[in-house]
């Protein structure tokens, strides 16, 4: 129990992790001579981060240009307005620590929570409990209390940074990339005491020592999870530093906050954070704003639009998944009050527009289309017979629906194939450090290595049509052994007392037929046999072979 009451649970055994001045890195690794200058990374006139060097010039975090350019004249600038490069790395560190616990949560693009109390308990049932307190790790360990719980939380933790020492090794042997670590008991105090030393350092708290790291924070906006809006609410009524918060009545907070927000807030304050580690799953949305000197015309907007949404189609393209909603963002800025305001809008969007899952290939009508659903919100949501001034617009996508997975299909067996084929190209990830796109496999890219159509065919044969309508892809060009996996396991285990039945209707090619799985020519002869028996059955009517949308359909000789 804590002095406020509030219970405090210590059963786990929490790691945060964040890359150490992460966008510089990113462009030393791809310039190795940035590697000793005062590097600065841009975006517009802001200097958004800056390597170690830049900061013992005074640099910091989100300075002006000009100012940073006046503390440091050498300073080296790189434009990190693209995010992409930052966004791939950034993936390849979760997918390290991914290794280490199925628990993992991404925070922006450089940090991760990994929750790692599994792991702790594997490792200590197969060390002697006895060793805990001889386990020897370079963290820093904050805090003046010595730590003497009656739980085992020490030992664990002592095991926890263990495991992040092994974690950051990891990502710097495999990705060249320095970061700090926190290690704790809750994701409030990793989180906090990961900050205390940078960089290239790792830092551990004992819960015993949680009111005295809050209390080395400045005032609540320092705790993570107290934005400015919630700040500001409490400044109104006189709460400024940590201790005001601890402090604060209840009821005092309840007429602001409902009652479990005003609790949670105080067990911020004290350190308490039962909140879980959520395992992180794809974005839920993906987005791209620009913010732009005033645009004053129609055409201007449509313009920067169209610029935007180019670069996030590839995004979207990279998740993989079928946007359904499109938002608009505009920042309006009004010339007589001098205040900017942001407003947005969504609109329903046809998934359909994205299906061929590759924007080179995307119908340019398509784009167009979204174009002007972005225009008609525009419209909407700005008076435009009247002047108008925008400073940022932006695009996103909210919703999504996963790609069809065409089960019970032919293409299910391929689709699946394509999954495990996925799986592996994470392990050659992890162990072979090749890039995010071959991780990312995704079925246009395996299709245009073994799409048949790619090869240049005077003449499409209809089986080539048909496995092109199909998304039929040839076994012997790709390269994933579980690919004949796959084809066994459906033969054997599904399908093999059937085959001897399967027999070439009249009407297909027969040599078009025995070139097909076994598993298609079932479902060929299937669909003929089906057509057979509903034709019977409508003895009056004339005998027509009904295929419908069968593969059948593609092979019948007409
Ligand atoms: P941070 O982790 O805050 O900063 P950092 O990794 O550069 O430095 P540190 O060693 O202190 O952790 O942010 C991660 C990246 O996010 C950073 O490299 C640049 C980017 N960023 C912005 O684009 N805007 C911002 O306001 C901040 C703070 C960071
Ligand atoms: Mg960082």
């Known amino acids: 129990m804590n002095t406020n009451g509030y219970k405090d649970e210590h ?3 929490i790691i945060h992790i964040d890359l150490d001045c992460f966008y510089a890195q990113v462009e030393t690794l791809k310039r190795s001579e940035l590697k000793n200058v005062p590097l600065g990374i841009q975006q517009k006139n802001i200097v958004v981060t800056s ?13 002006l240009l000009t100012e940073a350019m006046q503390l440091c004249p050498n300073l080296v600038l790189v434009n990190g307005e693209d995010l992409n490069d930052y966004r791939t790395m950034s993936y390849k560190v979760t997918a390290l620590l991914q290794k280490y616990s ?8 450089d940090e991760n929570f990994v929750d790692v109390t599994k792991l702790v308990e594997e490792k200590l049932r197969s060390m002697n409990s006895s060793l805990g307190d001889q386990i020897q790790s370079v963290t820093n360990v904050f805090g003046s209390n010595e730590g003497y719980c009656q739980c085992g939380c020490e030992v664990r933790l002592k095991v926890g940074s263990l495991i992040a020492e092994e974690m950051r090794r990891l990502i710097y042997t495999q990705l060249g990339l320095t970061s700090c670590a926190g290690i704790a008991h809750n994701k409030l105090l990793a989180k906090i005491v990961c900050s205390k030393h940078k960089p290239n350092q790792q830092s551990m708290i004992y819960p015993d020592n949680a ?13 993570p999870g107290i934005g400015k809006a919630t700040a500001d609410l409490l400044q109104n009524i006189g709460i400024r530093t940590i201790e005001d918060l601890q402090n604060a009545e209840l009821i005092e907070l309840k007429k602001l906050f409902d009652i479990d927000k005003a609790k949670f807030l105080q067990n911020l304050s004290y350190g308490i954070d039962n ?3 959520k395992k ?5 949305s993906i987005g791209l704003e620009d913010s732009c000197r005033l645009i004053c015309a129609e055409k201007e907007v449509k313009e920067k639009l169209r610029e935007l949404l180019k670069r996030l189609l590839l995004l979207v393209e990279a998740d993989g998944r079928l946007p359904r909603t499109i938002k608009l963002t505009v920042r309006k800025f009004d010339k007589l009050t001098k205040m900017s305001r942001r407003e947005t809008k ?10 061929s899952g590759c924007v080179a290939e995307m119908n340019p009508n398509n784009i167009e289309k979204i174009l002007m659903i972005l225009m008609n919100m525009f419209r909407k949501l700005v008076k435009v017979h009247k002047p108008f001034h925008i400073t940022l617009l932006g695009i996103s996508f909210v919703k999504f629906n996963e790609r069809p997975s065409y089960r019970n299909s032919i293409a299910s067996f391929l689709r699946k194939d394509l999954e495990v084929q996925s799986i592996i190209n994470i392990e050659n990830l992890i162990s072979n450090e ?8 995704s079925p246009s890219s395996c299709r245009e290595s073994s799409d048949p159509e790619s090869e240049p065919t005077p003449k499409r044969s209809k089986l080539a049509i048909f496995k092109r309508n199909r998304n039929f892809f040839e076994y012997d060009t790709c390269e994933s052994p579980s690919k004949l996996r796959v084809q066994d396991l459906q033969l054997t285990s599904e399908k093999r007392e059937n085959i001897q039945n399967i027999k070439c209707p009249p009407s297909v090619d027969e040599s078009v037929f025995q070139e097909l799985p076994l598993n298609v020519q079932q479902e060929i002869w299937s669909d003929y046999a089906k057509s057979e028996i509903d034709s019977a059955s409508c003895a009056n009517k004339p005998k027509k072979m009904k295929t419908g949308n069968s593969i059948l359909n593609y092979l019948v000789q007409k």
């Open 211 to 223: 009111l005295e790291l809050m209390l080395s924070l400045n005032n609540v906006e320092s705790i």
């Open 102 to 109: 199925e628990v993992v949560e991404r925070l922006g693009l």
């Open 51 to 63: 390597n170690y060097i830049a900061r013992e010039f005074g640099i910091r975090k989100c300075m």
């Open 346 to 355: 969504q609109s329903n969007i046809n998934s359909h527009f994205f299906t």
């Open 275 to 277: 909140s879980q580690v």
């Open 11 to 13: 059963a786990r055994t």
């Open 280 to 284: 992180s799953g794809k974005p839920s």
């Open 434 to 441: 090749s890039s995010p796109e071959s991780r990312n496999q």
